[in-house]
C-alpha cells in the first residue's frame, strides 16, 4: 500500500529555515518522480519542487529557486525539502505525492500526482 506521510512543519520568523520529511512506504522513492506541492490559505494548490526518479534531477517553481533544495535519501525512502530564506508567501500547507505515470511532477503539475500526504503547515511570520 503506497503512502505519503509528511512532517518537519511548524512556525519561523522571516528570513528563517525548516526542512520537511515525506517519508514513503509501498514504493521506492528513487524509482519514480516525487513532488512537494503547496496550498496557502484561499489560494489553488502550487507545485514547488520536483526529484525524479533514477537520475534524481530536481525541478524548482520560479518562487522558491535559489532557496529551496530537494534531495531523496534511498536507505530511508525519504524525500526532503530544504527551505532557506524564508518569508510570508511561503506560509502554506505543504504536501507530497507521487507521480505514477511520469508525467506531471517535472512540471510541477498537481494533476496526475497521486497518493497525496497529509500534509504540513509552515507558517512564517515574525
Known amino acids: 500500500q503506497v503512502q505519503l506521510v509528511e512532517s518537519g512543519g511548524g512556525s519561523v520568523q522571516p528570513g528563517g529555515s525548516l526542512t520537511l520529511s515525506c517519508a514513503a512506504s509501498?514504493?521506492?522513492?528513487?524509482?519514480?518522480?516525487v513532488g512537494w506541492f503547496r496550498q496557502a490559505p484561499g489560494k489553488e494548490r502550487e507545485g514547488v519542487s520536483c526529484?525524479?526518479?533514477?537520475?534524481?534531477?530536481?525541478v524548482y517553481a520560479d518562487s522558491v529557486k535559489g532557496r529551496f533544495t530537494i534531495s531523496r535519501d534511498n536507505a530511508k525512502n525519504t524525500v526532503y525539502l530544504q527551505m532557506n530564506s524564508l518569508n510570508s508567501e511561503d506560509t502554506a500547507v505543504y504536501y507530497c505525492?507521487?507521480?505514477?505515470?511520469?508525467?506531471?511532477?517535472?512540471?510541477?503539475?498537481?494533476?496526475?500526482?497521486?497518493?497525496w500526504g497529509k500534509g504540513t503547515l509552515v507558517t512564517v511570520s515574525s
Open positions: 526529484i525524479t526518479g533514477g537520475s534524481g534531477s530536481a
Open positions: 509501498g514504493f521506492n522513492v528513487d524509482a519514480y518522480n
Open positions: 505525492a507521487v507521480d505514477p505515470y511520469g508525467s506531471s511532477c517535472v512540471f510541477l503539475n498537481s494533476n496526475g500526482m497521486d497518493y
